[in-house]
């Protein structure tokens, strides 16, 4: 079965970074985009970025952008989040999600528009 599978997170104080890793198993990896969404305590999940599958083109949430980074390796069949200049708004506990065949022009923020899911790895950051 598809498993996705997040790791890197972590308590990192405001202005520092982690990376975040989201390793796939199961599914044609290179058939997908892969996003990453956050979710804090009492609100939605949240789009944060997505990497296409064919072109490997980027888009981010206005509110990480500049400072987050989303990249693949095909090869291990995992997709990564590098996340720079934190901020205690940047607390929440992290999704990779993959989403069949991107599209251009379909929607990427909407979580319901995602095939699969991880488990979630929490990020905690502290002023």
């Known amino acids: 079965q598809v498993q996705l599978v997040e790791s890197g997170g972590g308590l990192v104080q405001a202005g520092g970074s982690l990376r975040l890793s989201c390793a796939a198993s199961?599914?044609?990896?290179?058939?997908?985009?892969m996003g990453w969404f956050r979710q804090a305590p009492g609100k939605e999940r949240e789009f944060v970025a997505i990497?296409?599958?064919?072109?490997?083109?980027?888009y981010y949430a206005d509110s990480v952008k500049g400072r987050f980074t989303i990249s693949r390796d095909n090869a291990k069949n995992t997709v990564y989040l590098q996340m720079n200049s934190l901020k205690p708004e940047d607390t929440a506990v992290y999704y990779c999600?993959?989403?069949?065949?991107?599209?251009?022009?379909?929607?990427?923020?909407?979580?319901?528009?995602?095939?699969?899911w991880g488990q979630g790895t929490q990020v905690t950051v502290s002023s």
């Open positions: 990497i296409t599958q064919e072109d490997y083109s980027t």
């Open positions: 999600a993959a989403k069949y065949r991107y599209r251009s022009g379909t929607s990427y923020t909407n979580s319901r528009a995602y095939n699969y």
């Open positions: 199961g599914l044609i990896f290179s058939s997908y985009a």
